[in-house]
T-cell receptor, first 117, second 115 residues
């Protein structure tokens, strides 16, 4: 079956502009995660959705970052007034409902490479 | 707060040689532990995970990892490396006692395989 897909694969924008990054999770997965991966680093957690609601947004760096998942499937990460420091690969992951004995596997998409000039 | 350290940024091994990638974590209790692999242009793929029970965990592609509580380590091993194993490897931890679902990743180890 189809995995997690992310669009666009690459996004180049200018400082100060607004961008939207889209994630299509695996069909039926209730949990969705956004991570950010800077060059030479591991992914860093941004936000986690269970269904339509953001269950944990503690990783969002500031109020320029916002994410939605209105119908409990597709999610959009929105970045306002982009800065050069926002340049990174933004990864989306999804998982099935968490089992009682641990964390279910998070399936990652290929990412969106954001470059802010 | 939990953290993960992967001390080796870059490792080069010859094809057919054995491999061990190091991972140390900091966490108040025993966390959930994961190893992911990331090939260029690909998403992260789960190699193996430890939740409880046997401390030697078998994964895909011939990888295994051993959880050592006394050393706060979860090192990844493979007895014989193939050229296709060249990639970046990430160790990650998940909280066991807080219900938090986010993973904390190390900074990764890039594996290069020489013919």
């Amino acid at each position: 079956g189809a995995g997690v897909s992310q669009t666009p694969s690459n996004k180049v924008t200018e400082k100060g502009k607004y961008v939207e990054l889209r994630c299509d999770p695996i069909s039926g997965h209730t949990a969705l995660y956004w991570y950010r991966q800077s060059l030479g680093q591991g992914p860093e957690f941004l936000i986690y959705f269970q269904g339509t609601g953001a269950a944990d947004d503690s990783g969002l760096p500031n109020d320029r970052f916002f994410a939605v998942r209105p119908e409990g499937s597709v999610s959009t990460l929105k970045i306002q007034r982009t800065e050069r420091g926002d340049s990174a690969v933004y990864l989306c992951a999804s998982s099935d409902r968490t089992s009682s004995n641990g964390l279910n596997e998070q399936f990652f998409g290929p990412g969106t490479r954001l470059t802010v000039l | 707060a939990q953290s993960v350290t992967q001390p080796d940024i870059h490792i080069t091994v010859s094809e057919g040689a054995s491999l061990e990638l190091r991972c140390n974590y900091s966490y108040g209790a025993t966390p959930y532990l994961f190893w992911y692999v990331q090939s260029p242009g690909q998403g992260l793929q789960l190699l193996l995970k430890y939740f409880s029970g046997d401390t030697l965990v078998q994964g895909i592609k011939g990888f295994e990892a051993e959880f050592k509580r006394s050393q706060s380590s979860f090192n990844l091993r493979k007895p014989s490396v193939h050229w296709s194993d060249a990639a970046e490897y990430f160790c990650a931890v998940g909280a066991r006692d807080t219900g938090r679902r986010a993973l904390t990743f190390g900074s990764g180890t890039r594996l290069q395989v020489q013919p």
